[in-house]
């Protein structure tokens, strides 16, 4: 999925707090059993025959060199896994090896975990140093093959969103980088082993000299290769990486909208010529289907790709969805050019839902529920922590409730969560800020509730307003310094940097690197009926400021209800509960710190927010 960044550089600030930029964080997740990724190109070296292969059975290659900036972990030959405390033999024997085609006569590994082990001499736990370590091939001599396709087998498990590069060159000295983690979610290892392919010919082509590198900064765990070859790209080999969609003016990708929002949806498909040779008429052909066949079929305007390069191509109609149900969505890569030699890579296929009234930037069912899941970040372990995600409405609405997955973890029961809701007005303060528009109560999780979609409804309902962008967050309220007692919230597929945003424990916001989309869903319509104007009451507040006490004056009076004083950053200051029919309600604010609060009223006549300040 992709698409433009939201902010840019601009400064975001929580509530009326200072502005602060909003920080990237590595996250802390739990390990579970993780979304199938989405694999990267499935090229076609292993139709073709290599000119060029290393298996490892001699040991570690003659010429190779290693670049070990740490000092303690170089790539090393080896027949067995980590040694490191988090394998499944911890530092007492060693884990598996790769179990590449080849494994059996040994591969290369890299050993993070081992090498920062306390055994080792260096901090153990959350304080690992990032060791940085690549090893490198001698030259080789591709300068008869017009197309470089490399290729080769990998197991690893990794934390912190680190990048995993492969490096290419010509030259030894300027390397072009290629990323080869896969969307793979932190702490969970990928599949053993995971073939990769890609297409160097940018770099490797016609190249007498050609140098590749295999190597990152990590803290934790480990990455083996094995099985590495060089071959020629068959001819006229068109591959689709992605397709995605926008709907609207936005260009945020959800796989659940409610019915309400629908707008235009626009395609987009990203093409690689996999071969040496320009293709024209490189297309995309698109169809969305419904339970009752065919909603939409679509194309792209044709264009021509240089080889070995990747462009991106548009529908040139858009598909507005007329009813609510889940929807296939199928792209096809195809090109003018010739037969294409290796049709298992042009096909994309996703789903999406148009739902009743409820968004969801996550690609999960409420029927799959095996998901990893995220708690905190790295450096506010066991505090307050609240995470979630960027929706885009547009229509005037009200937020009613909100969904929140907690993840399958016994931890979760008995604790504390909520959910708050803000919105991105460009207005405010010097840059733009996210304003509080709401928020549930606190909600105690059960044990049926632990590895389950709840359900918490807001105290008032939160307006949302055409064209704006809100982050809706799930919150929990932190425990053992350890972190090891903290809500975790499950998350689904891998999403575009700043999708995902949160706040610390002191109000900062934060956005995650190599995001996953929280399960946390915006509900705009709970069966509460606050939608309707006429259930909006009338009601004022005086003194407003006041050092002692406000008076609440209610136009009508109510006979039931419930009276919350929140601050900017959704936390519950007081609340009285109204049991008798009254007109004026006394709140006294005497122990409340000097500040800006929100004061809702929800009741028996209807819903009121007013916002107060506290000034002693």
Request: aromatic share 10%; with cysteine.
């Amino acid at each position: 999925m992709k698409r433009i960044l939201l902010f840019g550089a601009l400064l975001l600030s929580y509530g009326a707090m200072a502005q602060t930029t909003a920080v990237e964080q590595d996250c802390v997740s739990e390990k579970t059993t993780r979304p199938t990724a989405r694999p990267l190109a499935d090229n076609n070296s292993n139709r073709a025959t290599p000119f060029w292969t290393e298996d490892f059975a001699g040991g570690f290659p003659a010429g190779w060199t290693t670049l070990d900036t740490s000092g303690i972990c170089p790539w090393v030959y080896s027949t067995d896994g980590s040694w490191g405390n988090f394998s499944t033999g911890g530092t007492t024997a060693a884990a598996a090896g790769i179990t590449s085609t080849t494994g059996g006569n040994g591969f290369l590994l890299c050993d993070i975990d081992s090498a920062n082990h306390f055994t080792n001499g260096q901090p153990s736990g959350s304080n690992y140093q990032y060791l940085s370590t690549y090893v490198g091939t001698d030259a080789i001599d591709c300068s008869t093959h017009g197309s470089v396709i490399l290729s080769f087998e990998q197991f690893f498990r990794y934390n912190n969103g680190v990048s995993m590069n492969v490096k290419v060159s010509n030259n030894g000295t300027d390397w072009t980088v290629y990323n080869v983690s896969g969307g793979q979610a932190n702490n969970a290892a990928s599949v053993d082993p995971q073939s990769i392919s890609l297409n160097i010919s940018t770099v490797a082509a016609n190249q007498a000299t050609v140098y590749i590198q295999f190597g990152w900064s990590a803290r934790v765990y480990f990455w083996m290769i094995d099985d590495i070859a060089l071959s020629e790209a068959d001819p006229y080999d068109i591959v689709m990486l992605d397709t995605w969609w926008g709907m609207g003016g936005f260009d945020n990708q959800y796989y659940k909208t409610p019915i309400s929002h629908v707008a235009p949806i626009t395609f987009y498909s990203d093409l690689s010529n996999n071969t040496g040779a320009q293709l024209d008429g490189c297309n995309s052909d698109i169809d969305v289907s419904g339970v009752s066949g065919s909603v939409y079929t679509g194309v792209v305007s044709p264009i021509s790709l240089l080889g070995s390069s990747n462009d991106t191509v548009t529908s040139s109609t858009t598909w507005t969805p007329a009813a609510v149900g889940m929807y296939d969505m199928t792209a096809v890569a195809s090109s003018t050019s010739g037969t294409d030699a290796n049709m298992t890579n042009n096909t994309f296929v996703d789903n999406l839902e148009i739902t009743v009234s409820t968004f969801g930037l996550d690609n999960l069912t409420n029927a799959s529920q095996s998901t990893g899941s995220i708690s905190n970040f790295s450096s506010n372990t066991g505090l307050p922590f609240k995470i979630g995600n960027i929706y885009q409405v547009t229509v005037d609405d009200l937020v009613e409730c909100v969904h929140i997955g907690v993840a399958d973890n016994s931890q979760n029961e008995g604790k504390e969560i909520f959910a708050e809701v803000y919105a991105f007005d460009p207005t405010s303060g010097t840059n733009g800020e996210f304003v509080f528009r709401g928020a549930t109560a606190y909600h105690i999780v059960t044990a049926a509730e632990v590895g389950t979609i709840i359900s918490l409804e807001m105290i008032v309902a939160a307006d949302v307003f055409a064209d704006e962008e809100i982050l809706v967050v799930a919150g929990h309220s932190g425990g053992d310094v350890s972190g090891s007692d903290d809500v975790s919230f499950m998350y689904g597929q891998a999403v575009p940097e700043q999708s995902v945003y949160g706040y610390n424990a002191t109000g900062d916001l934060f956005f995650l690197s190599n995001p996953r989309a929280i399960v946390i869903r915006p509900d705009f319509s709970c069966g509460l009926g606050l939608a309707d104007e006429d259930q909006i009451i009338d009601a004022t507040v005086f003194p407003n400021p006041s050092n002692n006490e406000f008076t609440l004056r209610l136009g009508k009076e109510i006979s039931t209800g419930t009276i919350t004083l929140m601050d900017l950053n959704g936390r519950i200051i007081l609340t009285k509960e109204i049991s008798s029919t009254v007109s004026d309600i006394t709140l006294d604010v005497t122990e409340i710190a000097s500040g800006m609060y929100t004061l809702h009223v929800q009741s028996d006549k209807g819903v009121k927010s007013i916002q107060v300040e506290v000034a002693h």
